[in-house]
């Protein structure tokens, strides 16, 4: 069983299809059909069944995921110590991040490294999915939330005030809200996921109860985008706020929790030199927000 065979078999297994295998890999789907095919001949036993859900284990198939990881987990060693050592400025850099993000920071970072380092290119993902950077599914992540992996090297960019935002047409239509009144009478704008996760959800400290809930959005540059135009209240990291000229309520209280924002790479790569120049750019811009 080769390396190239283990990878689309761990690949199909994480997407639950050919199609989403070849989306993950860049290859076809039909290469991945063959391949797997082939790989299924060779060890003579059954690796999937089809479903109306996708492609699930079968027995064989999940006895082979414990030797097929492992064997991932060396071939991402090998390419992380050889790429580590890489001292050329040159060759592709992979950098995930939040949509907001990816706009406000990264996209700035890559149009001075076009002008500085031109035989670099940077392939971005925007999304508020992780990427695995042990499995080197990305080699820098700008994230909000730290990791919790020892391979993982970690630097906290910036730690920035949540306030409460309107838009200027907004306020003059509705007035701000009182506090202690639970945003009677007003509209809020949340982002989706703290909806599952916070059982009693306030905005800064203030209980949303008597609100209206007019809008969601899976993406904080969405919630910003519906907040600008003027749907309703929401929260709002101060300096992105104060990029979109939005309207502060109550100036003098802010979320319990920052919005932190974390710059992570493995430590193999640390020493590469493109993937450095990115960093350096990267860091740049978050330090001409700050100030810096």
């Known amino acids: 069983m080769n390396w190239d065979d283990t990878r689309i078999f761990l690949a199909i297994r994480r997407e639950g ?74 060759g592709s850099v992979r950098v995930t991040t939040t949509d907001t993000l990816g706009l406000g920071f990264v996209i700035p970072a890559m149009g001075r490294l076009r002008q500085k380092y031109p035989a670099i290119s940077v392939a971005l993902s925007t999304s508020t999915d992780i990427l695995n950077l042990v499995r080197r599914e ?9 990791p919790e992996s020892p391979d993982l090297l970690a630097r906290r960019m910036t730690s920035w ?72 209240i929401g929260e709002v990291p101060v300096p992105l706020a104060e990029r979109d000229r939005l309207v502060r309520i109550w100036p003098d209280r802010i979320r319990s929790e920052p919005y932190d924002i974390w710059l992570v790479t493995h430590r193999d790569l640390r020493h590469t030199a493109r993937i450095s120049v990115v960093i350096e750019e990267i860091v740049s811009s978050f330090s001409r927000e700050d100030g810096g």
Do not use: C, W
């Open 17 to 90: 299809t050919l199609r989403g295998a070849s989306r993950r890999l860049g290859i076809d789907q039909a290469t991945v059909g063959r391949r797997l095919a082939g790989l299924e001949r060779a060890l003579d036993a059954k690796l999937f069944l089809r479903g109306s859900d996708g492609l699930t284990l079968t027995e064989a198939g999940d006895r082979l995921v414990v030797a097929a990881e492992r064997m991932e987990r060396g071939a991402d060693e090998i390419e992380r110590q050889v790429l580590g050592s890489d001292a050329r400025l040159q």
């Open 138 to 146: 990305a080699d820098i992540a700008i994230r909000t939330v730290a």
């Open 161 to 232: 005030p949540m306030g409460l935002y309107a838009s200027r047409d907004y306020v003059a239509r509705r007035g701000e809200p009182v506090f202690g009144n639970a945003f009677a009478d007003h509209d809020l704008v949340l982002y989706q996921p703290h909806l599952t996760t916070d059982r009693h959800l306030t905005l800064v400290g203030e209980a949303i109860t008597a609100s209206r809930v007019v809008a969601t959005a899976t993406s904080s540059l969405m919630v910003r985008t519906m907040i600008g135009a003027g749907l309703g």
